[in-house]
């Protein structure tokens, strides 16, 4: 996932937390993230979610 892919997905993201919807991962079938549980995770550490470490980013993966 690119830089840009990240920032897009942030801001559908923070568009669909304000309908209240839910924004799933549209590149990959096999894994999904919380892309909502990232960004405030992010927001909390106050980290860029490309900084994010693969075991980070493991506790987001959507079961």
Request: proline letters at 3%; a negative charge.
């Amino acid at each position: 996932m690119s830089e840009q892919d990240i920032r897009d997905m942030r801001k559908l993201d923070e568009l669909a937390e304000k309908a209240g919807g839910y924004v799933a991962n549209p590149g990959n079938d096999k894994v999904h993230y919380n892309y909502r549980k990232i960004n405030q995770y992010c927001k909390e550490k106050g980290i860029d979610p490309l900084d994010l470490t693969i075991r980070e980013l493991n506790q987001f993966i959507v079961q």
